[in-house]
């Protein structure tokens, strides 16, 4: 049987914590020294400001999963409504909005290729879509429908953790290739890697996500909520995303 949210204990955010505090620790730190020669991604030849940006883009961007891990966490949602209420605004207008908008930019200007720079285009697009529309779900009450969309909205936020793995995956198995399958170009085995983990590192999470929403029941407590659903019947009725 499943634990109504009340009853679910604080330390059910933990792992996830670590991962997450793990991944930014990593991330985060060459970016913060504003120094270009430590960017991860190659800035040489890029265009004017996209240093600048990228910088942004990470720092928003830890901002972003950060948060995320608070507002999913239900032992903080249902102790307190309020902080949910306030590190979900940071989350939104300090962390995803600018980090995708900005992401939106530097992922058209992709050094890694046209395949990685179409998934980061789409994937912008899709993360500041779903986040707009459970963040207006929420202003107007509609709190099944916030939960449905925001849970859309923090798994995309994560998908840059499941990039990472699959870009580690694709290492160990196109590397050997690079004089068979890639000729010896080096830049198109990179660029394979990059489409190919930028492309899965989203896609697949969300197509489990929209399987797991269709397939869950509703529910039990109405405690699962900030704020209930004024009556279960109509939120079910009204609350399909
Ligand atoms: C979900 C939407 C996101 C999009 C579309 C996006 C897009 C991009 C793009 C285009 C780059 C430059 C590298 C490239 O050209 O491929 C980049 C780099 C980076 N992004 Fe994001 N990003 C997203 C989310 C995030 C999040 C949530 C974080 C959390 C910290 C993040 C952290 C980083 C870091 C650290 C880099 C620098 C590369 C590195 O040092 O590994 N991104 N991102």
Redesign the pocket.
Known sequence: MRMPYAQVRPWTIAPLLVVVIA??AF??P??LTFDPAR???PVGDAVRGYYPL?VA??I???I??LT?CLQIWPWLRTRFPDVHRRTGRIYVFA??LP??A???I???????GPV??A???V??VV?LTVTITGYRAARQYRIADHRRWMIRSVV?????ITN?VWAVVWVIALVPQLQTTFGGNEALMVQSI?GLS?WLG?VLPLLVTEWWLDTRRAPESPGASPVPDRVPGQAAAGSRA
Not at 106 to 112: D, H
Not at 156 to 160: E, N, Q, V, Y
């Open positions: 991944f930014v991330s985060l060459p970016y960017s991860r991604v990228l883009h990470v928003f961007g830890s972003a999963l995320a962390g995803v980090a995708g900005i992401g939106l530097i992922g058209a200007l992709s050094p890694f990685i720079r998934s980061n285009v994937l912008a993360w995309l936020t994560l998908s840059i990472r990059a930028g989203w």
